[in-house]
């Protein structure tokens, strides 16, 4: 059943979209995504799960952020999608930023996460390294004449893997001309000064580590580390792959987290 966007009550109100019936399964995006970076996992899921995609504050058709941005303010976008659909647990999947989204959930509320599927994407319990040039590469482009572009031109080649599709080329390029400039300048330094905020050896539910061969920005390495700090972790690196794991390998992608999320409902139907 797929509904189209809809918004939660409150301010800031977020959008999401909800597709499908059963178990749940939320996915979140990274700094420079919207909801539809999800589209193949909403259709892909929404046949036999509760499949949900929302878009952060000031993403997509999420309100505006309102007043000063402190990053845990992501988690209670998730929270607040998760409690208007009458979801009191779920498998949270975040890719890049997201990824850290759904730290931050958990270390806030551990009660409400069944399973985390952290892609992509950096560790809660380290500050941001290169955080200067991360910020850089982001904020530079915007002062140019035609600064929506030169974000797209300037990014693209750091997140695509070498064997990206054209079509997969035209998504991430619409997904950054999409960013509203204005709310991308407010949380762009929020997401560079992010400080340790969770002990990866702390998560007890089970988790999934995906990384991509060819992504450098969330590198193997860096994937690998994580996986090994959190017990009981599973870990696949995706071959010929970028940054946008769930784009430019939808279907792998989707099969792997299908099967790790058979493997969380067994796990707990036998317990």
């Not at 140019?144 to 300037?154: K, T, Y």
Request: aromatic residues 6%; negative net charge; hydrophobic residues 45%.
């Amino acid at each position: 059943m797929h509904q189209g966007y809809q918004l939660t009550s409150g301010s800031p109100r977020i959008a999401y979209e909800s597709h499908g019936r059963g178990e749940p399964i939320v996915f979140v995006h990274g700094v420079g995504g919207n909801l539809d970076n999800w589209r193949d996992q909403l259709e892909h899921f929404g046949r036999d799960h509760h499949a949900v995609a929302l878009d952060l504050r000031g993403y997509g058709h999420s309100d505006d952020i309102p007043g000063k941005l402190d990053f845990h303010d992501f988690a209670t976008d998730v929270l607040a999608v998760m409690d208007r659909l009458g979801l009191a647990r779920a498998p949270l999947v975040g890719l890049s930023m997201g990824g850290l989204v759904i730290q931050s959930v958990y270390a806030r509320a551990p009660e409400r996460v069944s399973a985390l599927v952290l892609a992509a994407c950096r560790p809660a319990d380290a500050p941001v390294a290169d955080g200067e040039q991360f910020a850089r590469d982001r904020l530079v482009p915007l002062e140019s004449e035609r600064p929506q572009q030169a974000l797209a031109d300037s990014l693209l080649p750091k997140l695509m893997g070498p064997a990206t599709a054209p079509d997969v080329v035209a998504l991430l390029r619409d997904s950054l001309l999409r960013l509203r400039l204005d709310q991308y300048r407010q949380i762009v330094p929020v997401r560079t000064r992010l400080q340790p905020y969770l002990a990866l050896g702390d998560i007890r539910v089970p988790t999934l580590v995906l990384g991509g061969r060819q992504d450098q920005l969330a590198p193997v390495g860096q994937m690998q580390a994580m996986a090994r700090a959190i017990a009981g972790s599973e870990l696949d690196i995706f071959e010929d792959c970028g940054h946008f794991l769930n784009i430019e390998r939808a279907p792998a992608f989707n099969a792997r987290l299908r099967a790790f999320l058979g493997a969380v409902a067994g796990r707990a139907h036998f317990a």
